[in-house]
């Protein structure tokens, strides 16, 4: 996907476009070096009592901006807000209290507005189009606007529906996704340079996959195509409801479903009220995101708080779960879907099965089997260290682990922080939507219940794919036994190759352990002579400065540039 330079954005409004990206990548670059000089310059130096005594107070200031600069700009900054807000178990309350409520306060574009457009992707007026349609928003989205609608006679006859919902694009919006992503792009440039993240991620590549995802999710016949193929993956499933597309009025720009609108999944009050327990809901839903996730491997990726009902169901109705359970998840909102590749699944079902059965070991080879490890990585220490982790906080729930003794954590820290940083650790391409998913759906099982421990869902399940995953034994053994035999037909033929190798001389041999410690010599080298050069012009400016204080100053200046590279150079890809 090539970049959008933000002033070909569009023709009209060029300025307004290049002063959105430049606003973007200011907040971006000075967040960016606020963080570096508390987080990693100030505990270099020794000061991280520093960076600890002030942290609070930052991330409430750093949140309070950006919900501002959210609401203000819209777009794609709303979706990265969300994201944010959703993540009640990793980021602290100072940022998810402050961001929670960019779920619902984006602001709404005048209706006028709204039926230019709709009118125009249709063909028709509006007042042919539908019996009625209400001009107060039902909600306000980052890319798009819905209004609830009665549906003309005609149109209501042939589907069945009368209340709908007609989801209309934010005008412009488009262009505004392109300026979002090109300054996304920038910034993802910027963070692939600082090697802490650059040998983590591919950075690019991740920006490159959410500006996929976020011009599939400004295509509305994408989105009613989507929501289709999710209701045909939980026909019969009595958990789910999924809204009907009206396919005569959705066009590219404008969708209109199936009114389903119900109870907010994380209205707890109103939840009660109506007799639910939302502490019933959070694990049914967990279970049926485990099912898209590790089972189906088509999933919704952005499965906050606004893109989820509860909604009632007389217990006698065929709809109910059960007679204590008369309620299902209704799903809306199927822009932003995620697709698991089948070995990719395998994979995480691995990964699920060892976390439930607290195997250190088998946690590490599932790691390695979805490429969050490469295959070439020495991990007996990282085993030992889940082996560890597991022994002393496995099973606990997010609220138990808040209440363990901090310190316990910097011993662990303290013990392994070492061995997992030195890994090879890599977040793959398509991880990106499978981790907001998780997160949001950790998010909002929180909301639902503060005591909500993910074990209790994930442990039941991975045992029935432990259960699935023995059942197909019989299935693995004679694939493995194809391709043994398979190695075996080849074995000679590679035996004579490499023997020839050997007698012309060709065969290089390669020691990458031998030549990572000799490039770390060489920079510990080069390191070593900044640090000397520095101390030299330091002292001759302070020692001449008393004779001629300009020249003397301007040494003690310039000698800063050799301690920044002393102290730094390590930092950057090479």
Known sequence: MSSVRPDRAGTQGAGSTRAR??????????????TWWYELFLPRIGLQNVAERTRSKRMRRFAQRFHGLAVELGGLMIKVGQFMSSRLDVLPPEITTELEGLQDEVPPV????????????????????????????????????????????????????????IKVQRPGIGAIVDVDLAALRKV?????????????????????????????????????????RFAEQFAGDARVAVPEVVWERT?????????????KITDTASLEA???????????????????????????????????????????????????????????????????PATTRSGLRKLLIAAASRDGRGLVDAMRDVGVLLPTAET??????????????????FAELREVDPREFRDFAAQFGDVVRSLPFQLPENFLLIIRAMSLTSGVCSALDPQFNLWDSVEPYAAQLLRDERGNVVQDIAKQAVEIAGI????????????????????????????????????????LISAVLFGALLIAGAVLRAGDAVFGTVLMAVSVLPLLHALFSGWRRR
């Open 21 to 34: 990206y430049r606003r973007i990548l200011r907040f971006a670059g000075w967040n960016l070096a606020v």
């Open 110 to 165: 005048p209706f006028a507005a709204i039926r230019a457009l709709a009118e125009a992707e249709l063909g028709i007026p509006l007042g042919r189009a539908f019996a009625q349609v209400d001009e107060t928003p039902v909600a306000a989205a980052s890319l798009g606007q819905a209004h609830r609608a009665r549906l003309a006679p005609t149109d209501a006859a042939d589907t069945g529906l009368d209340g709908v919902v």
């Open 188 to 228: 993802g440039g910027w963070l692939s340079r600082v090697r802490l993240v650059s040998d983590r991620v591919d950075m690019p590549a991740l920006v490159e996959e959410f500006a996929h995802t976020s011009l599939e999710e400004i295509d509305y016949l994408h989105e009613a195509e989507n929501a289709e």
């Open 251 to 263: 066009t590219r720009r404008v969708l209109t479903l199936e009114d389903v609108t119900a109870i």
């Open 274 to 340: 109506a007799g639910i327990d939302p502490a019933q809901v959070a694990p049914v839903f967990a279970s049926v995101m485990f099912d898209q996730l590790f089972t189906n491997g088509f999933f919704h990726a952005d499965p906050h708080p606004g893109n989820i009902f509860v909604t009632p169901v007389a217990p006698s109705a065929p709809g109910a779960i059960a007679a204590e359970h008369p309620w299902k998840l209704t799903f809306i909102d199927f822009g932003m879907m995620g697709e698991v």
């Open 380 to 397: 007996t220490e990282l085993e030992k260290a889940m082996t560890h982790l597991f022994a002393r906080f496995g099973g606990m729930g």
């Open 488 to 527: 075996a037909l080849r074995l000679p033929k590679r035996v004579d190759a490499l023997l020839d190798r050997v007698e012309d001389g060709t065969v290089e041999v390669r020691s990458p352990r031998l030549e990572q410690r000799v490039a770390a010599l060489d920079r510990t080298a080069r390191r």
